[in-house]
């Protein structure tokens, strides 16, 4: 099995943080269809949420990018608790019918992935080189 070094996986997920995060905050019309979300004209609540969802996905990976070690790998490793609770959000809004089922594992699966590069991160998980 291939895995990952904290170095890697660090950077992985700081670049999937800052390329999403701001997408979310300044664009979020453009990633509410890229993410497959309730399009804003039948939903307006979407924008505002995908501007926490990425205002929140900023702030843990300039937070991450800026703390000096052992803080970095400890905000690493509760951002991925966080992924691992949207996955959690994201596979019981789609059973529930609150979000579409492609998009619901579109997200539950982002989450998962982001949760497994968090823990590499962060030294812990299936995905760390130990």
């Known amino acids: 099995m291939n895995v990952l070094d904290t170095r890697t996986a660090a950077r992985l997920i700081l670049v999937v ?29 979407t924008p505002y ?6 205002g929140r996905d900023t702030y843990l990976g300039v937070a991450a990018m800026i703390a ?3 803080t970095r790998s400890q905000l ?3 951002a991925a608790a966080v992924d691992a609770l949207d996955a959690c959000s994201a596979l019981a809004a789609g059973l529930k019918g609150n979000l ?6 579109f997200a539950a699966a982002a989450g998962i992935v982001g949760s497994a590069l968090g823990l590499a991160a ?6 760390a080189r130990h």
Request: proline share 15%; glycine share 12%.
């Open 76 to 78: 690493l490793g509760a």
């Open 17 to 45: 943080r800052f390329i999403l995060g701001p997408a979310c905050v300044l664009f979020p019309r453009f990633t509410s269809r890229w993410l497959m979300f309730t399009p804003p004209a039948l939903n307006p609540g």
């Open 68 to 70: 000096k070690e052992p």
């Open 122 to 127: 962060a030294g812990r998980g299936p995905l």
């Open 100 to 105: 579409p089922r492609r998009a619901a594992f």
């Open 49 to 54: 949420f995908l501007r926490l969802f990425g």
